[in-house]
């Protein structure tokens, strides 16, 4: 049980601190800045083979990750700028499990999904580095308990999503030997 936990969450739970340091909030963004490269540099000798292979069994592909990553980060982009313009807006959720099960995230070359990461991570970046404090205590609200979420809190949990599934590829790669 324990192995499969740590198959799961490779780099444990996401853990918001209580009180978010502008150090925490650069820490973040520096993961945030480079994923694309880390992740592009991780992958892009893996062969077909490779990429369909599940990161523990059970699991996702890598190629379904890589492109899970790129849609999770797409919604966390749609949340920023909700919570930015919004007055604590109440956000959709996305079926993550169904989305990844899609002809896309099972089959399409994961260079459409680190392009888009590159890009995306670009123009988040961009926009975090120059966020006010007070734009951090923005906020939306996460139909899963209602609970809510500021923006210095979402990049945290991006920042950890990204370094989760990096370490899901990562741990099957030096498993295996790649």
Not at 73 to 81: A, G, I, M, Q
Request: hydrophobic share 35%.
């Amino acid at each position: 049980m324990e192995e499969l936990y740590k198959l799961k969450y490779p780099i444990g739970r996401f853990e918001c601190p209580e009180n978010i340091t502008n150090e925490d909030l650069s820490k973040w963004i520096e993961v945030l800045e480079t994923l694309p490269k880390r992740l592009s540099a991780l992958v892009d000798n893996f062969s077909e083979t490779q990429l369909d292979t599940p990161y523990r069994e059970g699991g996702w592909t890598v190629r379904q990750v890589v492109h899970h990553m790129a849609d999770s980060h797409h919604h966390s982009y749609t949340r920023f700028k909700w919570a930015l313009t919004e007055n604590r807006p109440l956000i959709k959720v996305y079926q993550e499990k169904e989305w990844s099960n899609l002809i896309d995230a099972r089959t399409a070359p994961i260079a459409l999904s680190l392009s888009y990461l590159t890009a995306l991570h670009a123009k988040l970046v961009y926009l975090l580095k120059r966020l006010t404090p007070e734009d951090m205590d923005n906020s939306y609200i996460h139909p899963d308990g209602n609970v809510n979420v500021s923006v210095a809190e979402n990049i945290g949990k991006y920042a950890w999503h990204s370094n989760h599934h990096f370490a899901h590829i990562k741990s099957l790669a030096d498993r295996m030997g790649w």
